[in-house]
């Protein structure tokens, strides 16, 4: 069993098996990134925290379109991957949405979550630059990693603004 995508390993037969799962992966973490920040942004309290999920919301449309780009050039239709990790991110968020007491501990509940998805994000990505750099494919690699260095500044930006609400309590 593949420990990561919870696929056994026969599935995952090749590099590009590899690579390929972890895009699906990805994509169905942003999809429901993208679902999910607007209702969360209504249940946090600081106007600081809002705007970076305004932010953060935004850039995520772009991840996603750079996303079926790569799909694109690897010639693959962008599939959503069936994930757990999903189902337990959507509860976490409808868990925050229900308490929404718009105050500090809120938010950094909702910032260690969204923390959370970015880190998922970021291990997920990160090895596969290196593996399709063989494939002779410049924009491939190019597009993951801006995706890559977003997720890096995201989560400085969702540390700054944690210290931020942290000093508030």
Do not use: C
Request: charged share 30%; no cysteine; aromatic share 4%.
């Amino acid at each position: 069993m593949n420990t990561l995508s919870g696929r056994p390993d026969a599935e995952l037969e090749t590099m590009r098996d590899v690579v390929v799962h972890r895009l699906q992966n990805l994509y169905e973490v942003t999809r429901e990134i993208l679902q999910a920040m607007p209702d969360i942004a209504e249940a946090v309290g600081s106007p600081q925290l809002k705007q970076a999920i305004t932010a953060y919301l935004e850039r995520t449309r772009g991840q996603l379109s750079r996303l079926e780009q790569a799909f694109e050039l690897i010639g693959e239709s962008p599939q959503a991957a069936v994930l757990h990790t999903v189902d337990r991110l959507r509860q976490g968020r409808d868990q925050r949405v229900k308490q929404a007491r718009r105050d500090p501990l809120t938010d950094a509940d909702v910032i260690d979550a969204a923390r959370q998805v970015e880190h998922y994000e970021f291990v997920t990505l990160r090895p596969v630059p290196s593996h399709v750099k063989q494939w002779g494919q410049p924009r491939l690699t190019e597009l993951l990693e801006e995706i890559l260095e977003e997720e890096r500044e995201t989560d400085k930006s969702l540390t700054e603004i944690m210290e931020a609400v942290v000093r508030e309590k």
